[in-house]
DNA sequence: TTGTAGGCGTTATCAT
DNA sequence: ATGATAACGCCTACAA
C-alpha cells in the first residue's frame, strides 16, 4: 500500500524547496553538490519514480505510440515486436490495438487513442477501409503518423511497406521457369493496395515472358483460408485448368492446397503453387509450400525507425516511402526443375 | 494543427466560470438547464474531449491495465484479443508487453507499466522466471493483479487457467483407449506449472489403467519444435520404442511428428501423437494431429472479468481460482479404433 | 544557489 | 445556480 514518493516528500524531509529537489534530479547546472547528492541519495531510498501523467501533461507528450493494426497473425504480432523492440530502445511506450478488419473498429481506435493523447501513430490499414478522414484527422493535430505494410494512396504519409509488386513478380517469373504455363492467381480483395500490387507483378512477369494474360485466371477473393479453397476448387474445374497458382498469402495457399489435393493433384509435378509472406507453416505442410519471404520483423523496425525520424525531424517526411525487397523461398510446392533461387530460411 | 479545445476554451466564449463547464459536462445536479445546453452544444461544435492526463493526475487512476505475456504466439494473442474485449467494454485501455520468455525482460515490463501507472496487472508468466519479487511489488502497491494461463504457487492472486492436469489425461487415456502401451510425454521445461500439471495428468492416466511409468519416456525439453524433434528422434531410437508420444503444446508436436515421419513411421498404425493447444496448424499438416483444446478466447476474456472484478471488489479475492475445462479434439494422428469423443472443430 | 509562483486540464470544496 | 480556489505532481521563469 505504500504510495509511490513524490518530489514534494523528498523536499519536506530535506527541508529544501520542491524547485530544488526538480532540478537536482535533472542534474540542472545550478545547484549545489551536497544538496543534489542529499536529494539523489533519498530519492534513491525512496525509490522515487517521476510521475509519468504528471510530466505528460506538463510537458504535453506521453512517450506513446499509438499502433493499430488489423489483426494480430503471425506477421502483423512479428512487426508488432520489430516495432516495440525499436520505439522502447527510443524511450517510447508501445499501444496496440486491433482493428479486427474492421473499419468502424479502426475509427473506435484512432478516437481511443486519440484521446490516450499518443504522441503519433504507426498503422497498417484493414481491409475493409475505403475512407481514411478518421487518419487525415491524426495528421491535422499535427501528430506524425508512419504507414507501414498495408499503405494506401489516399494518404499522404511516411511510409514503409515490402515492394509488393516485386514479390509477385518473383513468384509469377519462378513458375513460369519451372514450366508452368496457366498461371492463376488468386489475388487478396479488390481495393487492397498489396492485392493490386502483387497482381501488378504477376501480370509484368506474365508480359516479359509472353504469355497473354487470362482474365480467367485472376480470383479476387478474401485473405482467407476458406475463400482460396472454394476458389481453387472452381478454378480446378476449368475444362482448361491452370498448371500453378500463386495466391498472395500463405494463408490463402492452404486453402488451395486443400483443394489441390482433394482433387488429386499431385504438387509440383500435376500443379504448381506459390505462396506469400513465408510463415513457418509453410514448411510443416507437405508438400512444403514455396512462399515469397516477407522480412516482418525488419518491416517493423524500419516503421519504428521513421516514425521516430519523422518526430525528432522538422521537415516534411510525408513523402518518405521505404521500400523493402522481398525474396522468394522455393521450396517442393514447385521445384520441377534445376533450383534457381534461395531454399530454406 | 489544431489543439483539443480544453473547459477553459469553452468557459471563455461562454462567459461562464471553468466549474461551470465543468458541472455541465457531467450532468452535475446543480446547474441551469440553458447553460448546461449552451455548454453541451458547444463542447460538441468544438469536439471537446476531457484530457485523459489531467483526469488520471486528478482522480489518480489511468483506467489502464497493464497486461505482460511471454509471446505474442497464436494462443496468447488470441488470449489477449480477449482480454482486449472485455476490457474495452469495460472502459478499460489495455497495455500489452512482450516479456519474450525472458526474466530480466519481465522485470522490466513491469517496472515500465508501474511507472506508467497503470490501474492494475494481468499477467502470463515467463517460463524463465523462478523468482516473482517484482510481480510481488505490484501487489506491495496495492493494485490487482491478476494471474491468467501460466500461474504460479509463488503468488498468491486471483487466477484463470485450463484444467491442464485433466488436459494430461484426456490425452493420455485417449491414447491408451486407442491401444497405445508405451506412451512416452515431451513435457515442457521442469519449472513450469503447465508442464508439471499435464505430466501430472499423463501419470494419473497411467495409473488407471494400470500401466506402470516408465521413466525413460518422460522427457523434459523446451516448449520448441526442436527441441521435440531431437527429443523424439532418441525416443524412436530406443531398444523398447514407445507406441504413442503425448506432447504438451502443438508446437512440439510437430516437431515430433518430423522426427517420426524421417523415421518413415505411420501415425497413427505405428505411433500414436496427440499435442496440446489445438492451433489451427494441427489440421493443415498430414496426418491431422489431435490434440488438447485451449479456449484461448474465452480464457482471456475470464482472466479480464476476473480483474475488473477484483477491481470493483474490495474483498480479497486473491484466493479466487477459475479453472477451465478442457476437451480433446481427437484426428488422424491417434484416431485407431471407433471414436469416443469429439471430431474437428 | 535557492525559493516562489504560475500553469498544464481537470475535479471538488467552499463560498456567494 | 454559479464562481473562486486548491489540489493532483511536475517544471520553469523570475525573484531573492
Redesign the interface.
Known amino acids: ?2 504510495k ?1 514518493a513524490t518530489i514534494k516528500d523528498i523536499a519536506q524531509r530535506l527541508n529544501v524547496s520542491i524547485s530544488t529537489v526538480s532540478r537536482s534530479l535533472r542534474n540542472a547546472p545550478d545547484v549545489n553538490m551536497e544538496t543534489r547528492q542529499a536529494v539523489i541519495a533519498l530519492s534513491e531510498e525512496l525509490n522515487y ?1 517521476p ?4 510530466l ?2 506538463r510537458q504535453k507528450q ?1 512517450h506513446t505510440i499509438g499502433v493499430i493494426v488489423p489483426n ?3 506477421v502483423l ?1 512479428t512487426m ?2 520489430g516495432i ?1 523492440e525499436v520505439a522502447l530502445e527510443a524511450g517510447y ?1 508501445v ?2 490495438c ?1 482493428s479486427n478488419e474492421s473499419y468502424g473498429r479502426e475509427i473506435l481506435n484512432t478516437r ?1 487513442l ?4 499518443v504522441d503519433g501513430f504507426i498503422i497498417s490499414v484493414s481491409s475493409e477501409t475505403k475512407i481514411v478522414d478518421h487518419f487525415k484527422k491524426i495528421q ?3 501528430l506524425p503518423m508512419v504507414i507501414f505494410d498495408r499503405v494506401t494512396p489516399d494518404l499522404t504519409a511516411p511510409s514503409v511497406r515490402l515492394d509488393n509488386e516485386e514479390g509477385g513478380f518473383l513468384a509469377t517469373e519462378h513458375l513460369l521457369e519451372q514450366g508452368y504455363k496457366r498461371i492463376a492467381i488468386l489475388a487478396g480483395p479488390v481495393n487492397l493496395g498489396v492485392s493490386n500490387s502483387r497482381l501488378e507483378g504477376y501480370i509484368k512477369a506474365l508480359k516479359k515472358h509472353k504469355i497473354k494474360k487470362d482474365d480467367n485466371l485472376i480470383i479476387y477473393c478474401d485473405f482467407n483460408q476458406d475463400y482460396a479453397y472454394y476458389a481453387t476448387r472452381e478454378l480446378l474445374a476449368m475444362k482448361k485448368r491452370p498448371d500453378a497458382i500463386f495466391t498472395i498469402s500463405d494463408r490463402m495457399a ?1 486453402g488451395a492446397m486443400l483443394a489441390i489435393k482433394e482433387k488429386g493433384l499431385k504438387m509440383p509435378h500435376d500443379i504448381g503453387l506459390v505462396g506469400f509472406n513465408n510463415e513457418p ?1 509453410v514448411s ?3 508438400p512444403q509450400i514455396s512462399s515469397v519471404d516477407m522480412p516482418s520483423f525488419e518491416l517493423g523496425k524500419a516503421a519504428a525507425k521513421l516514425f521516430i525520424e519523422t518526430m525528432h525531424n522538422n521537415e516534411d517526411m510525408s513523402h518518405v516511402e521505404e521500400v523493402l525487397r522481398p525474396r522468394l523461398y522455393v521450396r517442393e510446392s514447385s521445384r520441377r526443375v534445376m533450383v534457381k533461387t534461395g531454399k530454406g530460411k
Chains 1, 2 share one sequence.
Open positions: 500500500m505504500n509511490p519514480q510521475n509519468k501523467l504528471a505528460s501533461l506521453t494480430l497473425d503471425y504480432s508488432v515486436k516495440d511506450t499501444m496496440v486491433q481511443r486519440l484521446d490516450s493523447l491535422h493535430r499535427g492452404i507453416v510443416l505442410v507437405t
